[in-house]
T-cell receptor, first 114, second 116 residues
Framework: DAKTTQPPSMDCAEGRAANLPCNHS???????VYWYRQIHSQGPQYIIH???NNETNEMASLIITEDRKSSTLILPHATLRDTAVYYC???????????????FGTGTRLQVTL | GAGVSQTPSNKVTEKGKYVELRCDPI?????LYWYRQSLGQGPEFLIY????????DSGLPNDRFFAVRPEGSVSTLKIQRTERGDSAVYLC??????????????FGEGSRLTVL
């Protein structure tokens, strides 16, 4: 799996948008970009993933650059409950019926403040 | 329950002892993963199962670590002759494999192992 680079920490005011960047300059054509987060003392939680198109769900939006070498996770209205470590991961797409592992880095520690 | 269940939630043992950690995945999930996480680090991959077989065990650190999933559901991570360096949170995750879809992983709360 390709490696990712994320800033170690970020702050965001409650109610504002949190934009978390990720570089994955060596991503391959068959690799997806995944985002997970880990709130203190809990297991990681899936947020969103994408291949090349921008994606949005009830939790966040994922913006992937056209060359796929970087992406940004957007939490549109951050709350205190969004304080967590956010992991950007690239994961190989496998043929139907097979799985592949996620390789975590150290992530970005997002602190949402009042 | 609806989520991934791990037992025990906390385990304290002495150096040299044998430990088993159990994972109950989400019903119907064919893939099961074990990770371990040390303080301040991201989860580190250990092994994953596709059904009953270990599809990738490249993350197991040495032969003291072993995992089984005999019926394709519950899995047990076994650690022999524990060392202080084995102290960590051991995380289990499961995922559903559907045709053409890369399934997301659902993680349990983890088992915190402390080796004295």
């Amino acid at each position: 799996d390709a490696k990712t680079t994320q800033p170690p920490s970020m702050d965001c005011a409650e109610g504002r948008a949190a934009n978390l960047p990720c570089n994955h300059s060596t991503i391959s054509g068959n690799e997806y970009v995944y985002w997970y987060r880990q709130i203190h003392s809990q297991g990681p939680q899936y947020i969103i993933h994408g291949l090349k198109n921008n994606e949005t769900n009830e939790m966040a939006s994922l913006i992937i650059t056209e060359d796929r070498k970087s992406s940004t996770l957007i939490l549109p209205h951050a709350t205190l409950r969004d304080t967590a470590v956010y992991y950007c991961i690239v994961r190989e797409y496998r043929a139907r019926g097979t799985a592949s592992k996620l390789t975590f880095g150290t992530g970005t520690r997002l602190q949402v403040t009042l | 329950g609806a989520g991934v269940s791990q037992t025990p939630s906390n385990k304290v043992t002495e150096k040299g002892k044998y430990v088993e950690l159990r994972c109950d995945p989400i019903s119907g999930h064919t893939a099961l993963y074990w990770y371990r996480q040390s303080l301040g680090q991201g989860p580190e991959f250990l092994i994953y199962f596709q059904g009953t077989g270990a599809a990738d065990d490249s993350g197991l650190p040495n032969d003291r670590f072993f995992a089984v999933r005999p019926e394709g559901s519950v899995s047990t991570l076994k650690i022999q002759r524990t060392e202080r360096g084995d102290s960590a949170v051991y995380l289990c995750a499961s995922s559903l494999i559907r045709s053409g879809r890369v399934g997301e992983l659902f993680f349990g709360e983890g088992s915190r192992l402390t080796v004295l």
